[in-house]
């Protein structure tokens, strides 16, 4: 068992500086910001014999907290969908809020791309940026959706990473199996795997067939329609919970006893069987694996092989 | 002994390093501290400064100066997130894409035309003044040019006349009025028009010449509506004794590329640098994918042969719409019937022919199904595709020069200044407006007896039509200040209803506004709709915003009002 706290700070981290357009070239890179990760490393591992069996246990548990402590001459950098801020963790998600979806009957005025909100449509929130009493703190809304309305909203640097690894043995048989899990994170979802006919020649996946309608007013998916920059915008009704717990690896062993191996003058033979990415518990949409996030890379395979090995 | 030697030999060493040994310039590659002092450096700097006039906004490969009037009335692109330019609806904010790429691609072209300028005096004596001159004048050409789209895109904007060695400066730099850049440009557009020669051949053609200086000039003045500085622009290329092409369809094909008329188009070499709006426009029968679309209300503003518009003419059949019209309409618009690249296009049936090996046969129409990826309006774009890329499968890797200047827009410069000079009569407008018409045998226009008014119609309908998709029609709707009127519409039409294929609806004339856009009675009953609305205020989106990230690097930079 090993428990370990840490805090590193990293300075002098490298960064392109932000030349003004205006100048026509670009800016050289710098030594510019720093950020503090804090975290914890927890080990726990056990061997115990009983005879025949015997079991073999290691688990591990990290977290990481990532803060920007320090951004050079920056109040903030915003890059995408992302901020770096000092205080919060680098790239967190910056994003407009919202309020569930647009039920029947209900009105709002908050045109976004060139779309007044119908039911169905996800209802974004105006944020208080006007000030208007002259305080420095603002509280009155404008009226309209703007850059300015985005808040931080989540991070998708993982946290809470958790493995286990299982080894059992009884007699000729062996076992193990390998589970690995993310207790927080935050995908946000972009793009033709989210938005149904995004780009209009893209399909429509099983999990958006909960989509609203007037009968359907708790569905998981705004209402269906072609071109709608209004809905397949990043916000945060986008962005999903990440976490997941995997059976990554799991092997069902049996080694040929001795006695039958000396006649044939081989020294090991094992039977096995191996699965890989069997089971996952997680909540993400259908098709959606939380291991690769932005959902745009190769998925993760599930295998079954078998073998046999022969060792003379 | 040993020793001796030794210390001779370290001796011999250091002394050898005088300071001019140790000033060594690479051979091989200019060097910061001397480019700039050969011929040959400043012709490769010259040759750079042609990579502004490669403004390309995404992964489609095209021209954005040309694409721009696919945000018009006259040409829209595919109604969604993706292709749809969002000042149409009035959706664009300082973040959009296109405006932080735009004012990236001229402040870089600003750069090095101003490395050039201020570099090049330093080596005044190197070389011949006649050379001088003219790297000089290609620098401010471009710089000018430069500054002319981010001001009239942008309206004020930052001027910067030098090389910002010292980048610190540019944090606090703020905007200059539009007309103090004009009047500088403009100046710098004269020395040009001294210095560059009548023409370029061989390996040189394409570079910007006498005849484009002044061509740059006169938009520029018309834009700004300097009217008198507009017709001597003009007026001085028309004296350079340059004639339009005779054939209007094939000026913008391969064959037309290095006519005279063409007073600077956007070259193109093989594998290296090429253009792809014959994939970007084209028909779904040929590899294209139609992402951009003329419009209704531009066809339906094409006169009839008889010189008349289709709301007047006798020979306007409604149910042959696209016969009888101006020849331009057919060179410029796919319409459905025409024949293009062996491929009948045809709009409203699943099966369309097409010629292969010289056999005529059936095939599958793409183009047929309305969903999100054929045309809505019923039209494609056919100026500037070349059958020959189709031939050749190169409609994504076409050579087919992008012409950006034409001897056709001086004429029509000239036109429009005389109009609003009150000058525009009989043997001016014989000498733009009738010269070419009689190119495409279209009647002469007659203005005796005309108002003002009515001439400035006549010259912008010329004008609206002659450069239909070239980029001139998003200006042209802004500077003339009536976007807000014809760019507002809820109901955009797009293709004819089945009711009116099968003969129970018949098809009426329509009407046109003062603004020159057709209008029909019932026209939801006649036509499809397209799922987009045009929306335009007034009050901001006559100018792009400045970007967003620039304001946040420089915050001394305000933004256009509205955004």
Known sequence: MSAEYYIRNTSDILYTEDVPLLVGLNGPKINAFKVKNSGIDLSLSSFKKFGDFSYEVRVNFDDVKNEVTDLYKKKEWISGNTISKVGFSMWSYYLFDTDGLLQKGETQSLTYAGRTPVAGDIKYVDQLTIDTNGDGIPDARDGKLLADDKVIVGSPIPRYNFSAEINLKYKMFDLSVFFQGVGKQDVLMTGMPAWAFDNSSGNIQTWMTDYWTPENPGASYPNLGLSNRYNYTPSNYWLRDGSYLRLKNIQVGFNVPDIYLKKLDISAIRFFVTGQNLLTFDKMPKGWDPETPNNSSYPILKTISGGLNITF | ?563
């Open chain 2, 1 to 563: 002994m040993k020793n001796i030697f030794r210390i001779l030999f370290l001796i011999l060493l250091f002394s050898a390093c005088t300071k001019d040994y140790l000033q060594k310039y690479p051979l091989d590659k200019p060097s910061d501290q001397t480019f700039l002092s050969t011929p040959e450096e400043m012709e490769v700097a010259s040759n750079a400064l042609y990579n502004g006039l490669y403004w390309k906004w995404n992964w489609e490969n095209t021209s954005t100066f040309f694409a721009l009037d696919y945000g018009t009335d006259i040409g829209i692109r595919r109604p969604e997130n993706a292709y749809t330019f969002p000042w149409v609806y009035s959706g664009q904010d300082a973040s959009t894409g296109i405006f932080r790429n735009a004012w990236s691609v001229f402040y870089k072209n600003i750069e090095r035309a101003n490395y050039i300028i201020e570099k090049l005096p330093l080596s005044k004596e190197n070389v011949d003044e006649g050379f001088y001159n003219r790297i000089m004048a290609e620098a401010l050409w471009h710089r000018a040019f430069s500054y002319f789209y981010l001001t009239e895109l942008f309206g004020d904007v930052p001027f910067i006349d030098k090389v910002l060695f010292n980048y610190n400066e540019a944090y606090s730099y703020q905007r200059t009025s539009k007309a103090t850049i004009v009047i500088s440009i403009l100046k710098d557009l004269d020395f040009c028009i001294a210095n560059l020669p009548d023409a370029w051949g061989g390996a040189d053609y394409g570079r910007v010449s006498k005849a484009t200086a002044g061509a740059l000039k006169a938009r520029i003045a018309l834009y700004n509506e300097k009217w008198d500085v507009a017709a001597n622009a003009a007026q001085t290329v028309m004296g350079l004794g340059i004639d339009l092409a005779p054939d209007y369809e094939k000026l913008f094909l391969y064959e037309g590329n290095q006519k005279p008329e063409v007073l600077l188009a956007i070259q193109y070499q093989k594998d290296n640098v090429y253009q792809s709006f014959p994939t970007i426009g084209g028909s779904l029968n040929v590899g294209g994918w139609s992402i951009t679309m003329p419009t209704r209300s531009l066809v339906d503003s094409y006169e009839c042969m008889d010189g008349l518009p289709i709301s007047e003419s006798p020979i306007f059949d409604p149910r042959n719409p696209y016969e009888n019209r101006d020849p331009r309409l057919k060179a410029t618009i796919l319409t459905p019937g025409q024949w293009f690249c062996k491929s009948l296009f045809n709009i409203y049936d699943p099966i369309t022919s097409q010629i292969v090996n010289g056999v005529t046969v059936a095939i599958k129409n793409q183009d047929f199904t309305y969903t999100g990826i054929t045309t809505f309006t019923g039209f494609l774009q056919k100026k500037s595709i070349d059958p020959k890329d189709v031939y050749d499968n190169t409609i994504w890797n076409s050579q087919n020069a992008t012409i950006l200047f034409r001897y056709a827009e001086v004429l029509l410069t000239y036109a429009e200044a005389k109009v609003e000079l009150n000058q525009f009569d009989q043997s001016v407008c014989d000498a733009t407006i009738n010269k070419i018409r009689s190119r495409v045998n279209m009647p002469a226009k007659n203005v005796g007896g005309l108002s003002q008014a009515q001439k400035r119609s006549l010259v912008r309908q010329e004008r609206k039509i002659e450069l239909a998709l070239e980029g001139q029609r998003f200006f042209d709707i802004r500077r003339w200040k009536f976007a807000e009127h014809i760019m507002n519409n809820d109901y955009l039409i797009g293709r004819y209803k089945q009711s009116v294929l099968n003969g129970s609806l018949s098809v009426p004339r329509p009407t046109f506004d003062e603004w020159g856009i057709s209008h029909y009675l019932n026209e939801k009953d006649l036509f499809e709709a397209i799922p987009l609305k045009f929306k335009f205020n007034k009050d901001r989106d006559y100018l792009w915003p400045i970007p967003q990230t620039e304001i946040n690097v420089v915050p001394t930079l305000d933004q256009n009002p509205g955004y």
